[in-house]
């Protein structure tokens, strides 16, 4: 009995040395496949959407592809609804998340972040007719479409809105436009982006949140090597000019403070 005993200690403790020799080598594991396998959406221009041609493109994917370059290896772009694509790195479907997930104290306490990369404000938007919602607070027992994890459905719900859940912006936006849902919080920067391409469709912001918000490319908890990994590509495409390259490309500004 001792001896089934002693051997059960010794399974546990070689389980827990493997657990976090697997939790501590995701930068390793990176470097040996030579692929940085990364979650994306897809459905979220300008950060990551396909162009006509079907292309995956985008200010993050351009971001991942150069974080990848930095690290020596080559993106792997995997896709998926918003509402799951964090808990993919649960599963190991990638190594990281880059898609606008914005960094908060919540996420913090199950995952890790790199530093910023890019910040941006929640706007209101609403039917360009619509004169009764005019702020948040207006949100009162409206119907606000939204990706249901995402921080804009945290803050519509906090406004009081009944959520009208979405798989992601171009879906809420339409929502709002064929009057199926009221509002749709969501990032300034999408929107500015979508009334450069549909400057006439009848939307408007009512209002923004003065505060902005960073995001920052989201792994596994306990990844110190591979979060200083990221963290210095982020600093060396900055300082070699290709961050701004991009962020002109998308934005026409630094979109990174």
Same mark, same amino acid.
């Given at each position: 009995m001792k001896s089934v005993r002693l051997w059960a200690a010794v399974a546990a403790v070689h389980l827990a040395f493997a657990g976090a020799a697997v939790a501590a080598d995701d930068l390793a594991a990176v470097k040996a496949a030579g692929v940085l396998? /990364?979650?994306? #959406?897809?459905?979220?221009?300008?950060?990551?959407?396909?162009?006509e041609s079907g292309k995956l493109v985008g200010f993050d994917v351009e971001i991942g592809e150069a974080v990848a370059e930095k690290l020596?290896? =080559?993106? #792997?772009?995997? *896709? @998926? =609804?918003?509402?799951? %694509?964090?808990?993919? %790195?649960?599963?190991?479907?990638?190594?990281?998340? /880059?898609? +606008?997930?914005?960094?908060?104290? =919540?996420r913090k306490e199950k995952y890790d972040f790199s530093k910023p990369y890019i910040v941006s404000k929640a706007v209101l938007i609403v039917r360009a007719d619509d004169e009764d919602i005019k702020g948040f607070a207006d949100l009162k027992g409206k119907k606000s479409a939204q990706t249901l994890t995402s921080n804009f459905g945290a803050l519509a719900t906090e406004s009081g $809105? *009944? %959520?009208? @859940?979405?798989?992601?912006f171009d879906e809420s936006i339409q929502l709002v436009l064929t009057r199926r849902a009221d509002a749709t919080i969501n990032d300034s920067l999408s929107f500015l982006d979508f009334k450069k391409h549909k400057p006439d469709a009848p939307l408007k912001i009512a209002a923004q949140k003065e505060d902005a918000d960073a995001? @920052?490319?989201?792994?596994? =908890? @306990? +990844? $110190? #090597? %591979?979060?200083?990994? /990221?963290?210095k590509a982020l600093d060396d495409i900055k300082a070699d000019g290709t961050y701004q390259k991009i962020a002109d490309k998308y934005f026409g500004q630094d979109v990174s403070k």
């Open positions: 396998r /990364i979650g994306t #959406e897809g459905t979220y221009a300008p950060f990551t959407y396909h162009d020596g290896v =080559k993106p #792997e772009f995997i *896709e @998926g =609804k918003w509402d799951g %694509l964090i808990a993919g %790195l649960d599963a190991n479907r990638y190594d990281t998340v /880059i898609n +606008q997930v914005g960094i908060t104290d =919540k $809105a *009944e %959520l009208v @859940g979405t798989n992601g995001s @920052g490319i989201i792994v596994r =908890k @306990g +990844q $110190a #090597e %591979l979060v200083a990994a /990221i963290d």
